[in-house]
């Protein structure tokens, strides 16, 4: 392979009346120096290049950073007068539950952040309104949270659930349309749930409530009504006997009368009715039974 045959250079080095300083270099280390010689300030450019352009970058991502640390502390501030008002709390209760203003000098409006400051100074700015979001979050989120906590338990308390009688009762008859429960020809609506149960088993009330009617009439006997507030009523029919009056104030699992058979009724059952803004609703829903124990019969 004669083509490829390496062959040595001579580098010849003269100055005028003396003798040449001759340097006999192999190509491949020749080549390696001369490329070194000359890589070396272009390496160090490409590298003060990059060096900037890193920075760049890292400024930029800062800014970024910043003007989302920014805008997520202004959007939490938000958030929290929203809070505050669906509470029912007043919306400035004082200047040091609110965040700082923005008209300040330092930093522009929102929106146009991320070109406009720089971003130590939009850090600064965050850091300055932590302490202000700090102290409103205890004394605006903290009574908000509470007051929001304590009607929804109220709330709860007067939502109508579980069953109306102890233990495992059947359920008798479902609500909706059913045959005549007397023999008679046609269907009627059936705006409850009953019962099957042995007279004199205690009625439970199913949620807190004050007692609207607790009387006879012919079709529903003794019956108890309770307002339970938030829209909710319920009614418990054909008891034997009553437990309540009207104007009682009852609590869930409060004994409100005696399962019966009394008024238009054909064995000894509870009707457990459920309303909704008056209309009757599948009391089902909120009975929370077992499924082995919803046949009916
Ligand atoms: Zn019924």
Redesign the pocket.
Known sequence: MPRFQIKPYTVLITATGKSPITLSLRPVPLLVGLGVLAGLPIAWIALLLYQNVQLAQRNQNLSETASEVLTELNAIGNEIEVLKHRAGLPDHSGDSTRLPDRDGDKIPPRGGIAQAAPAEAMFDEARRQLPSLETMLSRAVKPALEQTLEAEAEQAAAFPSGKPLAGEPSIS?EFGLRPNPFGLRGYEM?????FAGPVGKPILATAEGVVVRADYNGGYGNHVKIDHGYSYETLY??LSDLEVKIGDRVQRGDVVGYLGSTGRSSGP?L???IYRNGQAVNPRYYLKLAETNQETK
């Open positions: 008859s059936h705006e409850g749930v009953d029919a054909h059952h009707h457990y009715s």
